[in-house]
């Protein structure tokens, strides 16, 4: 067979951005930014869905469909697709002490 040696350019796993479809149930984490249409992101954001808030994932639709989320006290189910876009960091369990 001919042709060049194909090299892979994916990003390492450790170095790629963190996204709520990544996340495990449980997992707490604070959303930094969407990367989604401005309409979708819109309604997104009405339902909790904003930069600086905590989500939390939960429970997953049986076969793959969508996951529900906790957020802004309420549950919200998203597909892979659209969770896969909305970018986050792992919330720190610890708090911050204060030093008087």
């Not at 951005?17 to 707490?28: K, Q």
């Not at 919200?76 to 697709?81: D, G, I, K, N, S």
């Amino acid at each position: 067979m001919k042709g060049g040696h194909r090299t892979s350019h994916a990003i390492p796993e450790h170095e790629r951005p963190l996204t709520l479809a990544d996340l495990r149930t449980g997992e707490r984490c604070i959303i930094d930014r969407l990367d989604l249409p401005e309409e979708v992101a819109r309604r997104l954001m009405e339902l909790g869905f904003l930069p600086g808030n905590e989500v939390i994932p939960a429970r997953r639709a049986p076969g793959g469909g969508p996951r529900v989320f906790r957020v802004d006290g309420s549950e919200v189910a998203l597909r892979h697709e659209t969770a896969a876009r909305l970018y986050v960091r792992r919330a720190s369990r610890a708090k911050a002490a204060v030093v008087s």
